[in-house]
């Protein structure tokens, strides 16, 4: 989830450089819903995987 995160946002700052900054903020939206996903699901993970250990 974190390496579509980072793919997204690449691309973002390519479009960027190239001037397609309606596509660029698209991407950058998408990167963000991706890392936040992510970080969900970390602390998720995280939260169950102590709940197990103990």
């Known amino acids: 989830?974190?390496?579509w995160a980072l793919l997204?946002?690449?691309?973002?700052?390519?479009a960027g450089i190239f001037g397609f900054l309606g596509i660029?903020?698209?991407l950058a939206?998408?990167?963000k819903v991706?890392?936040?996903i992510?970080?969900?699901l970390?602390?998720?993970s995280l939260i169950m995987?102590?709940?197990r250990a103990s």
Not at 8 to 14: E, R, S
């Open 1 to 3: 989830m974190l390496g």
């Open 8 to 14: 997204f946002f690449i691309f973002a700052i390519v």
């Open 24 to 26: 660029a903020s698209a």
């Open 29 to 31: 939206g998408i990167a």
């Open 34 to 36: 991706l890392f936040v």
């Open 38 to 40: 992510f970080i969900v």
């Open 42 to 44: 970390f602390i998720i």
């Open 49 to 51: 995987g102590r709940r």
